[in-house]
Structures are given as C-alpha cells and as structure tokens.
C-alpha cells in the first residue's frame, strides 16, 4: 500500500524546521521519528493507512496528528487544486506550481479528446477509446499563457471523457478559467452525462 505524506504545517511552524526519519513500515503503520533541527522536541509517532482513504495526512501539530484532508475514496472522482508539476529541459528538473484537475487514481478514469470535440463525443466513442489510470491526465494544459493579453487562454479542442468509479460515462470541457470578476483560478466547464 501507498501512503504519502503531506504534511500540513502552521506558518509559525515553518519557522521551526523539522527533521524526519521514516524508521520502519508494518502492517500498513510507518513509524516516523521527527524532532527540531537541533535534536529538541524529539517524538515517535505511528501514522496508520486508512483503507477508505487514498492518502493519509500527518500534522506536524499538537505533538503529531493524523488529520482527515480528503472525502473517503469512494465518494468524490475529480479534485481542482494547485500542484507541483516537474518540467524536464536539458537543464535540472523545474517543479513549477500549476492550477489544475486531478483525478481521483482508486478508480476513476480519464481520456483526453483532441479530435471528435464535445457536441459530437456519444456514448459509443466513449466505449471505444482508452482510459488513463494517470492522476494528472485532464492536468493543466487545458489552458495556457497568452503573453498578448496577460491572461489564460482556453484550448477549446481539448475535452475529456470521465469514467467513474460506477462506471458512468461524463464528457467535459472547460469555458473559463476566470470568474464573473476577473480572478483567475476558478475553472468554469459545462459536462454532459453520456
């Protein structure tokens, strides 16, 4: 089993960095030792994976915690967030923060339409072409940086195809990645059940 760490961490904490050792994994339960840099405040704490969950979260707060971030794993397919994506050139990796759709890797299932587009995508393309397990599959490319205008621009030829988790077919594609104000980051899309 996967357990990913993402330790969620005051502003007051940042300033106090912490050191970790992962120091064993049984039985779906990691024993993590963290303290201060300087070996002060050292503790043991015993992070267990929850079956109902992707992921288990660990709080650097009150002494170490495990805290709930995401619904159960059965009850939600697609998550609109900020990322790290890693971009590769010939230079090091460049982890770049981007805003964006990930979906839920339990069993949810995307596919990335450049071709047929979303008035004509039906119920048959849907069972004809293959599905990507990828988390960032729908991602962030849907849009990109118009340096004209100093905005996002759509890619109206990019539409996706759901799979979810009951076998239920949703196309979509977004409208807008701004609101009625003008604040970026709020993705509007229209979706269709197939």
Known sequence: MDLTFHSVVSSAQLLAKQKIIFKGLNNNKYEIKYANLDGSASNVFVVEKDELYNFTFFSFNNNGEVVTVEPPKTDWDLQFTQYSHIFYDNQQPLF????????????????????????????????????????????????????????????????????????IYYKMHFIDFYNSSGEKGTPNFEFQKL
């Open 96 to 167: 770049y923060l981007v805003t964006g759709v990930l979906h839920n890797h339990h069993s949810t299932l995307t596919f990335r339409d450049t071709t047929i587009g979303f008035e004509k995508f039906d119920f048959d393309d849907a069972l004809s072409v293959t599905y990507f397990k990828d988390l960032n599959t729908i991602g962030y490319d849907w849009k990109s940086w118009n340096y004209s205008s100093g905005q996002y621009s759509l890619k109206p030829e990019i539409n996706y195809v759901v799979k979810t988790q009951d076998n």
